[in-house]
């Protein structure tokens, strides 16, 4: 079992900046890499970034490469996202999940433990 606490997110303007954080706890051995997802209402679960737990490799979905930032605290077992330049379509709620499962770091059946996420709203 892993659980998450996750931080951040929020009512920001169109422009503007977010930084969300997630610490994990418990069997952390498990897990491959912890990625970030977004879900906005009547969509899918989408790939928005994710970096390896043990080294660190960082993978982006393309079209957010340059906007959002990827990074971790390995002492801290905190894995950081930090959003710059949001626009409206960022809006959704955002999920900090581990992979533990070997396999693509962007397909959301490779991971578990999905929380409730964090609601991150952008104002045009």
């Known amino acids: 079992q892993v659980t998450l606490v996750q931080s951040g997110g929020g009512l920001v303007q169109a422009g503007g900046s977010l930084r969300l954080s997630c610490t994990a706890s418990g069997r952390t051995s498990s897990i491959y890499s912890m990625g970030w997802f977004r879900q906005s209402p009547g969509k899918e679960h989408e790939f928005v970034a994710g970096?390896?737990?043990?080294?660190?490799?960082?993978y982006y979905q393309d079209f957010l490469k340059g906007r959002f930032t990827i990074s971790k605290d390995s002492a801290k077992n905190t894995v950081y996202l930090q959003m710059n330049s949001l626009k409206p379509e960022d809006t959704a709620i955002y999920y900090c999940?581990?992979?533990?499962?070997?396999?693509?770091?962007?397909?959301?059946?490779?991971?578990?433990?999905w929380g409730q996420g964090t609601q991150v709203t952008v104002s045009s």
């Open positions: 999940v581990p992979r533990t499962r070997a396999g693509s770091a962007r397909d959301p059946s490779n991971y578990a433990y």
């Open positions: 970096i390896a737990w043990s080294n660190p490799t960082t």
